[in-house]
Nanobody
Framework: QVQLQESGPGLVKPSQTLSLTCTVSGGSITTNYYYWNWIRQPPGKGLEWIGYIGYSGLPYYSPSLKTRTSISRDTSKNQFTLQLSSVTPEDTAVYYC????????????WGQGTQVTVSS
């Protein structure tokens, strides 16, 4: 069974860079045709898609966040990472990593989520 687990600091200071890692087990992040996504949910708001890195290693970002977002991967560790720069309190949210399957057209596998608070 495929499992995803988010990890990283739960508290980030304003203007700094938020960095999270998603560790994947039970499947390879290089497998065709999967897309490895980051999604977040601010308190009291809906889910917001941040971006993904594809099975070939190419990233794609939400237009609203692309200037601050970088998604990369480490295939040797079967991990992919999120870096969100210049954070503000508006970036406080529960962050999820999840897998999109092209054939299914759905985010079938999700991590449990990790709370990140931006505060001085």
């Amino acid at each position: 069974q495929v499992q995803l687990q988010e990890s990283g600091p739960g508290l980030v200071k304003p203007s700094q860079t938020l960095s999270l890692t998603c560790t994947v087990s039970g499947g390879s992040i290089t497998t065709n045709y999967y897309y490895w996504n980051w999604i977040r949910q601010p308190p009291g708001k809906g889910l917001e898609w941040i971006g993904y890195i594809g099975y070939s290693g190419l990233p794609y970002y939400s237009p609203s966040l692309k200037t601050r977002t970088s998604i990369s991967r480490d295939t040797s560790k079967n991990q992919f990472t999120l870096q969100l720069s210049s954070v503000t309190p508006e970036d406080t949210a529960v962050y999820y990593c999840t897998r999109f399957e092209r054939g299914v057209g759905a985010l079938y596998y999700w991590g449990q989520g990790t709370q990140v608070t931006v505060s001085s």
